[in-house]
T-cell receptor, first 109, second 114 residues
Framework: SQELEQSPQSLIVQEGKNLTINCTSS?????LYWYKQKYGEGLIFLMM?????EEKSHEKITAKLDEKKQQSSLHITASQPSHAGIYLC?????????FGQGTELSVKP | KAGVTQTPRYLIKTRGQQVTLSCSPI?????VSWYQQTPGQGLQFLFE???????NKGNFPGRFSGRQFSNSRSEMNVSTLELGDSALYLC?????????????FGPGTRLTVL
């Protein structure tokens, strides 16, 4: 079965710094989702990537999908305290989503 | 458009009881998926309903069941509760399902089994 591994597991950055979170799949990625979660709450949809080489941006967050490497990256530019939370990648596995273990991001003011 | 709503938000039950959770998807969405989130196992897929039919199922025991109504609202039921069923239960709705469209999640129901 397919597995997703996120790195790093946790990250502490100074406000204003850039950061990258990676999501690596054990199998070919056909659809990759990025979500953000505040502890104990629901998931907020960030982006969905479906094609190799696809890149999407929303405000200061950019996500890319590299199918050959079976990997996706999430990049945050000029981080702010509002970016703090748990970032989860999810992959479509024949109609159901499987998720990575999450990356916990803290942003120090 | 209103987002995905889940009721109740919090539940406390004792072992052996059963529980029913409810999920109302975004208007027009026909797919509803359920997930269990625990600190140890992370987010795990339970099942998906599309147009009142179960279309996908995860690796959970038969104590976990669900259904979907004609208005796309969905319920999940857990019978004979165990301590390990304590978790955040999330539902997600989409137009056609994961892989086709974005999935939008509700705020979750926090279930505590004592």
């Amino acid at each position: 079965s397919q597995e997703l591994e996120q790195s790093p597991q946790s990250l502490i950055v100074q406000e204003g710094k850039n950061l990258t979170i990676n999501c690596t799949s054990s199998k070919t990625l056909y659809g990759l989702y990025w979500y953000k979660q505040k502890y104990g709450e629901g998931l907020i949809f960030l982006m969905m990537l479906q094609k190799g080489g696809e890149e999407k941006s929303h405000e200061k967050i950019t996500a890319k999908l590299d199918e050959k490497k079976q990997q996706s990256s999430l990049h945050i530019t000029a981080s702010q305290p509002s970016h703090a939370g748990i970032y989860l990648c999810g992959a479509d596995q024949r109609g159901k989503l499987i998720f990575g273990q999450g990356t916990e991001l803290s942003v120090k003011p | 458009k209103a987002g995905v709503t889940q009721t109740p938000r919090y539940l406390i039950k004792t072992r052996g009881q059963q529980v029913t959770l409810s999920c109302s998807p975004i208007s027009g969405h026909r797919s509803v998926s359920w997930y269990q989130q625990t600190p140890g196992q992370g987010l795990q897929f339970l099942f998906e309903y599309f147009s009142e039919t179960q279309r996908n199922k995860g690796n959970f025991p038969g104590r976990f069941s669900g259904r979907q109504f004609s208005n796309s609202r969905s319920e999940m039921n857990v019978s004979t509760l165990e301590l390990g069923d304590s978790a955040l239960y999330l539902c997600a709705s989409s137009l056609m399902g994961a892989g086709y469209n974005e999935q939008f999640f509700g705020p979750g129901t926090r279930l505590t089994v004592l």
